[in-house]
Structures are given as C-alpha cells and as structure tokens.
C-alpha cells in the first residue's frame, strides 16, 4: 500500500511538473508563515518581558521613572491619590508616617504629632495631622514639596514658622520650629 501511494505521487509529479512546483512553492510559503509567526511571538513575548521587568525595577524603587523635559531632579511618585488602609485609624497612621518621613528625608525631627480622624473636613472623607517638627531653613521648601507633590495626595492646611532664635546679632543658626497641618482624603476600606 505505501508503495501504491509513493507511485500515485511520482506519477503525478511526472505527468503535470507545474502541479508539482506549485505544491512545492505552497510548502515553502507555508513553512516561512510559520517561521515568520514562531519570530513575531518570540519578539512580542521579548517585548512584554522587558516591559514588565522595567515596571518591576521602578516599583522597586531601582530605578526612577522616566522624567519629563522640565521634571525636577526627583521623578513623580505613582500609587494611589488616597489614604489606603481598611480602617480610619490604620490611614491615619500612615498619613502621620507619610508626613513623619518627609520630615526625616530633609534631616528634621518630629517633636510632636496628633492624627485628627474627626474635624469639620472628616465627613468629606479628610484625615488631618498636626505635626510639630524641627527643621533647617533651606529645607523648608523641599520638605513642602516632598508633601504635596508625592503620592497620596496630600494638603498642607497650614504652616506656622518660628525662625531659629539667636543670642548674637550673627546670621541666623539653628533649625526652625514648624507647625504643619496636613490633610489627606481616605476612601474607606474599598
């Protein structure tokens, strides 16, 4: 039977060569499509994992997004634009550890903290914190900035500044004493 078939072929070939050219030129394309396929997903699947490892290294923290022309020297944070926690309390502490760790990142201390988690702005969903802190002069301005430009966002409701106090008529030395009110809005435990 397997001979009866390989002669079926021969003859066919022999008898109509055009027949046999096109069968052979239908085979090759064939196999190129499917070359062609096997190389595209391979480059799509590079693609993809290339891109997920670059979003890994950014949520590591590794590497800082990509900033824009103007951007400043620190990239734009990403998360969510609210408080996140299942309770009150538990957004509150982080709005107090939020506020706490910009304090610390531009060298100051926290002398004192309260969380307010009822005020005239808690129906609206609004969490407060009143910080009292020490910082140097310079760092007033990067210190407000790391607050309201990081993510979640956050509201500097007010800011009492009381300069550093000298005995000699010299240049101002010593670290300013802050009163920061911030407020941050909670969602609820969604």
Do not use: H
């Not at 021969?10 to 090759?28: E, H, M, N, Q, S």
């Amino acid at each position: 039977m397997i001979g009866d078939g390989s002669s079926t072929i021969k003859r066919v070939i022999a008898g109509a060569p055009a027949t046999a050219t096109i069968i052979y030129a239908a085979v090759i394309a064939a196999f190129l499509a499917l070359i062609w396929s096997a190389i595209a997903d391979i480059q799509e699947r590079r693609a993809g994992v290339a891109a997920t490892a670059d979003m890994l290294a950014q949520l590591q923290g590794r590497r800082p997004l990509s900033p824009g022309p103007n951007a400043p020297g620190d990239a734009a944070q990403t998360g969510s634009p609210f408080l996140e926690g299942p309770t009150v309390t538990v957004a509150g502490a982080a709005l107090l550890q939020r506020v706490a760790s910009a304090v610390t990142k531009v060298g100051g201390n926290v002398l004192s903290s309260q969380v307010e988690l009822q005020g005239t702005q808690s129906k609206a969903g609004f969490i407060n914190v009143i910080a009292s802190c020490e910082v140097d002069q310079p760092a007033l301005q990067r210190l407000l900035y790391d607050i309201e430009a990081g993510m979640p966002f956050l509201f500097v409701e007010q800011l009492v500044a009381q300069a550093p106090t000298t005995s000699t008529g010299g240049p101002e030395e010593g670290r300013m004493r802050l009163m920061l009110s911030v407020s941050g809005q909670w969602q609820g435990g969604k």
